[in-house]
């Protein structure tokens, strides 16, 4: 089987500095899906990315997604 490499990239922006130097990693995750930064990409939109591409089969993202419920309803099936 081939492998593809799903990549999460992180700008450090001021704002995302500021959340590491408070402590508070919990809340990148929630500041890279609202930037609106071109270098942000979180695993899940790396993963949805690859899956329209047909590079990954939707369970295979499924089974690989950070935020599996919020993933399962943006990664639905087309036309249905």
Known sequence: PKRVIAVEVLDITP???????EG????IHS??????SPLMTTLDDALDELM???????NEAMRAAI?????FAQ???RGR
């Open 24 to 27: 508070k990693l919990v809340q």
């Open 15 to 21: 704002a995302i500095s500021n959340l590491i130097r």
């Open 75 to 77: 990664a639905q099936p």
């Open 52 to 58: 329209k591409a047909q590079r990954i089969t939707r």
């Open 31 to 36: 500041m890279m899906q609202t930037s609106n």
């Open 67 to 71: 935020d599996k419920k919020r993933f």
